[in-house]
């Protein structure tokens, strides 16, 4: 049944007049569904200054500059060595910022509850409406909102809102946090009888493929000031169709909330899964004398899950492998400041090497990722704290535990908990009071208000193995002893004991308590610069064995090898890890340290990096090397990477790698040659020749059964001679948001890739739309990621354009001395 129009109902809109914002009722019909919540992103005036931190003294002599938020302030500044955010925070300052916007409501809306929605602040958010004080919100990465009604200005006379933003006291993170308003804002407008903030949850406790039981628990909020009957009801819908409908009577009191469960069945029901996504939406109505007042979607799956001690992750009844990463929040060139394409983009790339599980490291994600995990099919791990009461940084979150904790975690759940994505709470990462008995107090404590507010999924806490840390390069010494001292894995108080690192640890886990579940919540630290190779490649390196490592003879510095062969002491080679976990079913899983590279922790180097090297994707979004091998594992994909690039001294012995699956062998010529054939044995993941250097063409070609499958050419470059602009999407929407991501290749004459090409580019935009980011990926970089030209790294840059809200033709051009320009046309519809 075709139902769509029934749920559509007039809402608001946003109207600009004279640089006013105005919100007015409308019905339009793509704003279904979202129409109960309106963008309050645009026309923003900011202003950065330190020395103003009263609101009252921030006058109209004051200078603005007007933004549309999500923004991100540190990411407009200088890499600065001396930066209180330290190389940690990525060399960038934080400080003190004043955001303030003026507005009209309808005078319809008088009558009506407004409120206003921060996504997320960094960090210690104060609002003010037409100078009434809201309150202060000191977590960064959790969202919050304040009801404004009783303060706003209804009709013609403007409204001010002052928000105040400090993060001035540095370091408060470990790695790059951003400044700012950087998440979405929105304006909520509902009767006075409406459904309270994060006011539903949907759980489905039995399902099969007949059929799913689905319960919702709604809050209704009345505002009233006297009491009032009303009908709930509570419709589900798969894509446009009505599936299931249960309607309820209630009378709730003045000013009183009330909370009511409704139960219904969905026959053959189509189950959400990481290959087939599968999503459902619950329209909640509430209707008084047989009017709709208020309407509230809720996107949720239906999904079966357990965590098996001996088969790992039971998804449907199906063995799945969690292959995972951790991901900071930042989106490199863009900083903090949250976009949802740029968002998608990363989780598309990850998708490609076979990534179906997120870990989002070490905060409550924007919201718009886990829209985008439920939507393309993710297995997600929330976590809440990096730091509980004991700090990590002198001015972190550790400083507001006491005051805070309870009320940003119990929101994390209520805003989270609908998302079919999401199969485990963790409730903190690497705690350093997990050794200790305030740590198992705590751990207890948050684990309870987990369990009280959601009873459906397990908790971990991603915690330090019982291991002693040799950081000299010997391998780790497994501690038997240390078992007990790791107080909150001894507790009880998780469901599923995290594991960061030490994969060494996994058997003896097993053998020793095999009723006891653990996950690995972090594995890996492995460490690549894309396209930069230490010869040779067969020993393993771990670093940093010291932190004052500086240049590598004749390289361009800070370096790190992209052979799989460099590791962080604590960690483990990408393909060390995922051998044993690939090995063992009881392991459900792991989280790889990291997906992308993110700003600060520029872990081995420091200073001048400025950026890590963990990623299996640098910064600018560029696969480094071994995503292919996750790729040859994880996917079906059909592949077949040979590497390095094929610039060398002659004579040299190079170690020439490749990946592949779907064959049995690979055979490698240069220049028409044949080096040899080579198939992995046992466990391999990879294979190797050594090749004395002759400039020309490696090819490799894989085979199955004597028939070809892939092949693959490498060739020596000659100098760069061309820029070459590749748009991941050519066409974007005219909507001021929407982004295009420009690769830019430097070439040869050839056509052929010039692997070592630092030149600078220069980039100019015609067209309606704006150069928001420039990044090579180069952790030793100090260029602004927010500049019009940067300095390319091993032959490749990126350049991400925006729309604007008029649509036409966008014209990029790259130049660089020396080299043949590139333009490419980018519509914006
Ligand atoms: C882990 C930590 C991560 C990151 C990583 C680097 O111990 O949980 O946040 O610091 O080390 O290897």
Redo the contacts with the bound molecule.
């Keep these: 049944m075709k139902n769509k129009g029934k749920y559509l109902r007039s809402g608001l809109s946003l109207v600009m007049l004279a640089g006013i914002i105005i919100f007015n009722s409308c019905s339009k019909k793509e704003e279904a569904f979202s129409n109960r919540k309106v963008s309050f992103n645009s026309d923003w005036s900011f202003h950065l200054n330190d020395s103003i931190a009263d609101k009252d003294t921030i006058g109209a002599s004051t200078k603005w500059r007007t933004l549309t938020v999500p923004h991100d302030w540190s990411i407009e500044g200088k890499f600065d060595e001396k930066s209180p955010a330290g190389y940690g925070g990525g060399a960038l300052n934080g400080g003190l910022g004043w955001y303030k916007k003026t507005f009209k409501v309808n005078a319809a809306d008088s009558s009506k509850v407004t409120s206003i929605i921060f996504d997320g602040v960094y960090r210690n958010s104060e609002v003010w409406v037409n100078g009434h004080y809201l309150g202060k919100r000191p977590n960064g990465y959790i969202g919050f909102q304040y009801q404004i009604s009783p303060y706003l200005n209804y009709g013609d006379k403007n409204n001010e809102i002052i928000v105040k933003v400090d993060n001035s006291k540095q370091p408060n993170s470990?790695?790059y946090s951003g400044s700012g308003i950087f998440r979405n804002v929105w304006i909520e407008t509902t009767d006075k009888l409406h459904v309270a903030q994060w006011g539903t949850y949907v759980t489905t406790p039995k399902v099969t493929v007949q059929k799913a039981s689905v319960q919702f628990e709604t809050t209704v909020q009345n505002q009233n000031a006297a009491s009032k009957k009303a009908t709930v009801t509570t419709t589900i819908y798969k894509e446009d169709t009505k599936v299931a409908s249960v309607t309820q009577d209630i009378t709730i009191g003045a000013n009183a909330n009330q909370t009511i469960k409704q139960q219904t069945e969905v026959e053959t029901p189509v189950l959400w899964s990481v290959e087939k996504p599968e999503l459902y939406t619950a329209v909640t109505a509430i209707s008084v004398d047989n009017q709709i007042i208020d309407e509230y979607k809720t996107n949720f799956g239906i999904r079966d899950f357990k965590f098996d001690l001996n088969k790992g992750l039971l998804l449907n009844g199906k063995q799945v492998k969690i292959k995972g990463v951790?991901m900071?929040h930042d989106l490199g060139p863009l900083g903090t400041a949250i976009n949802t394409r740029a968002i998608e983009r990363q989780l598309e790339i990850l998708k490609e090497m076979g990534v179906n599980g997120i870990r989002t490291?070490?905060n409550p994600p924007a919201p718009e990722l886990l829209d985008l995990c439920d939507k393309m099919g993710f297995i997600v791990m929330d976590e809440a704290f990096?730091m509980w009461k004991q700090s990590k940084t002198k001015y972190d979150y550790g400083n507001d535990w006491d005051k805070w904790h309870k009320k940003d975690l119990i929101d994390q759940l209520l805003r989270d908990r609908n998302h079919p994505s999401i199969f485990m709470w963790s409730i903190g990462?690497?705690i350093p009071q997990q050794w200790d008995e305030s740590g198992v107090i705590i751990a207890k404590e948050l684990a309870g208000i987990t369990r009280q507010y959601d009873k459906t999924r397990p908790i971990t806490a991603?915690m330090?193995p019982p291991v002693n840390m040799n950081l000299d390069g010997i391998d780790l010494q497994f501690d038997k002893a240390a078992v007990q001292y790791n107080k909150i894995a001894a507790s009880g108080a998780l469901d599923i004991i995290g594991y960061?690192?030490a994969h060494q640890t996994y058997e003896y886990h097993q053998k020793n308590f095999p009723k006891t579940p653990f996950i690995a919540t972090?594995t890996t630290?492995a460490l690549e610069t894309r396209g930069y190779y230490d010869e040779s490649s067969d020993s393993i390196k771990k670093w940093p064995v010291r932190w004052d490592l500086k240049f590598t003879d004749g390289n361009p510095g800070n370096t790190v090898s992209a052979y799989d062969q460099v590791q962080?002491p604590?960690?483990s080679t990408h393909e060390a890890t995922w051998k044993i976990i690939k090995k063992h079913d009881y392991l459900s899983g792991m989280y790889i340290?990291?997906g992308f590279d993110y700003i600060g922790?520029p872990?081995p180097y420091e200073w001048p990096s400025i950026s890590?090297y963990?990623g299996i994707v640098d910064l600018a979004g560029f696969p480094k090397d071994v995503y292919y091998m996750y790729q040859s594992e994880w996917t079906n994909k059909t592949v077949l990477h040979l590497f390095p690039h094929w610039n060398w001294k002659a004579g040299q012995t190079v170690d020439v790698w490749a990946y592949y699956n779907n064959a049995d062998e690979v055979e490698l010529f240069l220049n028409g040659k044949s080096v040899g054939v080579r198939s992995k044995k046992g466990e391999e993941l990879h294979v190797i020749w050594k090749v004395p250097f002759q400039a020309g063409t490696l090819k490799a070609v894989s085979r199955k059964n004597g028939k070809t499958v892939l092949e693959t050419e490498i060739k020596t470059a000659g100098n760069p001679s061309n820029l070459k602009l590749t748009a991941d999407r050519s066409t974007i929407k005219a909507d001021g948001n929407d982004l295009s991501f420009v690769t830019v290749d430097i070439l040869d004459a050839n056509g052929t890739l010039a692997p070592k090409a630092n030149n600078e580019i220069n980039f100019s935009l015609k067209g309606n739309g704006k150069i928001v980011g420039v990044c090579s990926g180069d952790p030793v970089s100090h260029e602004s990621y927010k500049g019009s030209k940067h300095t390319a790294l091993n032959g490749k840059c990126l350049v991400i354009v925006q729309s604007d809200t008029k649509s036409g033709r966008l014209e990029l051009t790259a130049k660089a001395n020396g080299l043949k320009p590139a333009t490419i046309v980018i519509t914006a519809e």
Excluded: I, K
């Design positions: 470990r790695w951790c900071h490291s070490h990096d990462n690497e991603a330090n960061n690192y972090e630290s962080a604590w960690g340290w990291t922790e872990t890590s963990f």
